[in-house]
């Protein structure tokens, strides 16, 4: 349970925390399309240079795709790469979409996650099947990392939401489900929440 008490505004990450996520679907369609050490290439805790070049915008999401064919058959086409790439995107509950409604009443509200193109489009059309509101519309602002060409855990991406919002750290909660975006956040004096074993954010904001 969260006091709310002189919390003012609240940073929520997006996959793992509001989408629904599960890394190793994406391991797994990799590997059925031929990458078998894929999850050695990537993964939730610690990523190659090209998935981080991806997420800060430093490539493009043809060159990405580009950069990955060769390491697959002949013949696979960057559709089945894409689809492979997206598999990891679940769903919005309801439930959890309510939540941030009702916290948005009282609070202001933010979005800060670290994502690439490919996927934004993806979560996207996975929102578009639980409402017909926009992501932004949930939040004041939105940031994005490969928008903002910088990712958490980098305290200057924090600094950078605080700043641009005039957000006071000591009365802004961040949210997220990995531990050194956490670690990250607590270097700017951000009150922090780290999700773990299956918690979810309508266990921290019971009434």
């Excluded at 509950?93 to 933010?110: A, C, D, H, M, N």
């Excluded at 957000?167 to 802004?172: A, I, Q, R």
């Amino acid at each position: 349970m969260i006091k709310e008490e002189n919390l003012e505004a609240i940073i929520f990450d997006l996959g793992g925390v509001i989408l629904n996520l599960n890394y190793q679907l994406t391991i797994e369609a990799f590997k059925s399309l031929g990458i078998e050490d894929f999850d050695k290439m990537y993964s939730q805790a610690k990523q190659n240079d090209l998935f981080d070049r991806f997420e800060i915008g430093q490539i493009s999401s043809q060159y990405f795709i580009n950069s990955l064919l060769p390491f697959l058959p002949n013949g696979t086409s960057p559709n089945k790469v894409v689809n492979a790439w997206n598999a990891m995107i679940l769903d919005f509950p309801q439930e959890r979409l309510r939540l941030i409604e009702k916290l948005g009443e009282s609070k202001r509200l933010f979005l800060l996650s670290n994502t690439n193109e490919i996927h934004l489009q993806a979560v996207k059309q996975s929102l578009a099947k639980t409402t017909d509101k926009a992501l932004e519309s949930y939040f004041e602002e939105t940031y994005v990392s490969h928008e903002m060409n910088m990712r958490k855990p980098n305290k200057e991406i924090f600094e950078k939401v605080c700043s641009n919002n005039k957000l006071d750290p000591s009365k802004t909660l961040f949210i997220d489900d990995t531990i050194g975006h956490i670690e990250g956040a607590k270097k700017i004096g951000l009150m922090t929440h780290h999700l773990t074993n299956g918690q979810t954010i309508e266990d921290l904001f019971k009434s």
